[in-house]
């Protein structure tokens, strides 16, 4: 029934998910805020549930418009499950704008297939990037998609591969002007910039380790079919494919070094992972099979907002 509602394209379904979306949002940010309530707390909050909703309505339009998955709304479905199922993402406020940003710049990388304003798209792809390591240095391992796409695409000139270049040196010179203008302590801003933890205790919890095992099983299980899938697709869309496989592996190495080990950091693997799961979910003939996947994503979901 769930998995037939999603099946169609339809404005509504990003009404539905948007509304989930609300729901969770201000479970967990009732159950995890301290600070008294204040009108900045309130203008902060419904800033950053915002960033959330632009997060859904950017995969949905790129997806959409690059074929990613076929006409139907199982991405945002995913995304937004994804996100239920694993509050804690939405507790950093830094994680989260960075990862919108990194939407904005796999969008311009995905539509590099279609070769037009390449050059365009390149620079739109560094610059959102380099805004996003601004917030959090390891979203800087994104460039790698840059670059992969250039090689898959097989843009050979040689100005192409120099304009990334100037994106980031763009980006870097207005941080700079920004933090002399408002006397901005670089020393002070770089202190744990660039920290590494492999220490993976503070995830020891019910709720992560429920959410992180269903994560990684539907991710691992669904990727061996969208690999094999790749073959399948027209000579064009290839690239897009590798590249949104490659995203997830880059999302699943910012979760191992990430100084953040408290969910937040799996908030960048849940739109390629939404992407992969939404192919799957296509392939699946029995519908039984089908609901009783999106109705433990459910269930899990409920679970861990009660626990």
């Excluded at 207005?174 to 006397?183: K, P, Q």
Aim: include cysteine; charged fraction near 15%.
């Amino acid at each position: 029934m769930i998995s037939s509602f999603f099946s169609k394209a339809k404005p509504i379904h990003l009404l539905v998910v948007s509304a989930m979306l609300l729901i969770v949002f201000v479970v967990t940010k009732l159950t995890t805020l301290t600070e008294p309530f204040s009108v900045e707390l309130l203008l902060k909050q419904s800033f950053l549930f915002g960033v959330c909703l632009a997060s859904l309505f950017v995969l949905d339009f790129f997806v959409s418009k690059n074929n990613l998955t076929k006409r139907n709304s199982y991405k945002i479905l995913m995304f937004g499950l994804f996100v239920a199922v694993l509050p804690e993402s939405l507790g950093n406020s830094k994680l989260l704008i960075a990862n919108l940003f990194i939407l904005l710049a796999l969008r311009r990388i995905i539509s590099l297939r279609s070769r037009k304003e390449i050059k365009k798209k390149l620079f739109d792809a560094a610059f959102w990037i380099s805004l996003a390591t601004l917030l959090f240095f390891w979203a800087s391992l994104f460039y790698i998609l840059i670059f992969l796409a250039l090689f898959l695409h097989s843009i050979e000139d040689i100005k192409n591969w120099i304009i990334p270049l100037i994106g980031i040196l763009c980006v870097a010179i207005i941080a700079a002007s920004y933090m002399i203008v408002t006397g901005m302590d670089f020393e002070t801003y770089l202190n744990g910039f660039f920290d590494v933890s492999f220490d993976f205790t503070s995830l020891n919890s019910k709720r992560i380790i429920i959410a992180v095992t269903l994560l990684l099983s539907y991710g691992v299980w669904a990727s061996f079919y969208f690999m094999r899938s790749i073959k399948q697709q027209l000579k064009s869309y290839r690239p897009s494919f590798v590249i949104v496989i490659v995203s997830s592996l880059i999302a699943l190495t910012i979760i191992v070094v990430s100084p953040y080990k408290d969910g937040s950091e799996f908030i960048f693997l849940f739109a390629p992972l939404a992407i992969i799961m939404s192919n799957y979910l296509e392939i699946i003939t029995e519908k039984w099979f089908k609901e009783g996947l999106i109705l433990v994503l459910i269930l899990a979901s409920l679970l861990n907002l009660l626990l």
